[in-house]
T-cell receptor, first 118, second 113 residues
Framework: GAVVSQHPSRVICKSGTSVKIECRSL??????MFWYRQFPKQSLMLMAT?????????EQGVEKDKFLINHASLTLSTLTVTSAHPEDSSFYIC??????????????FGNGTRLTVT | GDSVTQMEGPVTLSEEAFLTINCTYT??????LFWYVQYPGEGLQLLLK?????DKGSNKGFEATYRKETTSFHLEKGSVQVSDSAVYFC????????????FGKGTKLSVKP
């Protein structure tokens, strides 16, 4: 089945530094990728939607200058948390849908990245 | 607005017990409905789905039926196993959206031997 690889799985960084998270579709071309953030004991909140070759669409309340999303190819999207602060500590998950998929097709998820900012 | 409400956990059951996790939704149009499972330390996996009213999704012994009249998509399993311990998320995709999922808050299931 379709596989989405997310890297790194865990990262610890100091406050003020930037962290890049990669999301790759391994056996299909992902025209649309979604980035979610999961707070402890809460649901996943959509941060942004990115389509290959165009600017990401951010959800209300998500700072686009802080959470930079790049979807430069059909198999790779990156999320960069710039000037990270402790409140950015969270679990970030990417998901992808292939070019041949219909809108209501299920998304394929990466395994997530646990970010801890000290 | 559009939303998914699922029963709060945690749910603790003994092995071979019957499981029901309730899920109801509010949505305009005709959403597709999903159950995702998150095992400890892992990402999300699709468990089952239903795309129209009266459809029944099933996988690994789990079932859920899309009930339009009650706007529900309850997850059931007749006999749970320890390996079913995980967090279960009910979700929907709206007809007019790009296809991003709207999730419920998740229900943690613990199955004891």
């Amino acid at each position: 089945g379709a596989v989405v690889s997310q890297h790194p799985s865990r990262v610890i960084c100091k406050s003020g530094t930037s962290v890049k998270i990669e999301c790759r579709s391994l056996d299909f071309q992902a025209t649309t990728m979604f980035w979610y953030r999961q707070f402890p004991k809460q649901s996943l909140m959509l941060m942004a939607t990115s389509n290959e070759g165009s600017k990401a669409t951010y959800e209300q309340g998500v700072e686009k200058d802080k959470f930079l999303i790049n979807h430069a190819s059909l198999t790779l999207s990156t999320l960069t948390v710039t000037s990270a602060h402790p409140e950015d500590s969270s679990f970030y998950i990417c998901s992808a849908r292939g070019a041949e998929g219909q809108r209501h097709s299920p998304l394929h998820f990466g395994n997530g990245t646990r970010l801890t900012v000290t | 607005g559009d939303s998914v409400t699922q029963m709060e956990g945690p749910v603790t059951l003994s092995e071979e017990a019957f499981l029901t996790i309730n899920c109801t939704y509010t949505a305009t149009g005709y959403p597709s409905l999903f159950w995702y499972v998150q095992y400890p330390g892992e990402g999300l996996q699709l468990l089952l789905k239903a795309t129209k009213a009266d459809d029944k999704g099933s996988n690994k012994g789990f079932e859920a039926t899309y009930r339009k009249e009650t706007t529900s998509f309850h997850l059931e399993k007749g006999s749970v196993q320890v390996s079913d311990s995980a967090v279960y998320f009910c979700a929907l995709i709206l007809g007019g959206s790009q296809g991003n999922l709207i999730f419920g808050k998740g229900t943690k299931l613990s199955v004891k031997p």
